[in-house]
């Protein structure tokens, strides 16, 4: 998949709110740690599918950020 290196736009912005910025942080963690769905970038220029360590539970940011999407929403419901 090609990437858009050249021509895209970025912004940053501080996050002042220590709420938002707790969920943010949390989110990059998530990502971070993710094994599942996650591709690391070698010094060769290959792409390589991470896999979770032997005897560890694989981790998924998609999966997870859904679950506490849903109990967010469950609870708000209520």
């Known amino acids: ?4 290196l ?3 736009v970025e912004l940053v912005t501080p996050v002042l709110d220590p ?3 707790d969920d943010l942080l949390d989110t990059l963690d998530r990502c971070f740690a993710d094994d599942t769905n996650a591709w690391e ?4 220029g290959r792409w390589t599918r991470r896999h979770p ?5 694989p981790r998924s940011v998609q999966r997870e950020l859904m ?3 849903l ?6 419901a209520a």
Request: cysteine-free; charged content about 30%.
């Open 19 to 21: 709420v938002l910025r």
């Open 67 to 69: 679950a506490g999407h």
């Open 6 to 8: 050249d021509t895209r």
């Open 41 to 44: 970038l070698g010094s060769d």
């Open 1 to 4: 998949m090609p990437r858009n």
């Open 53 to 57: 360590a032997e005897g560890t539970e």
């Open 71 to 76: 109990t967010r929403a469950a609870e708000g």
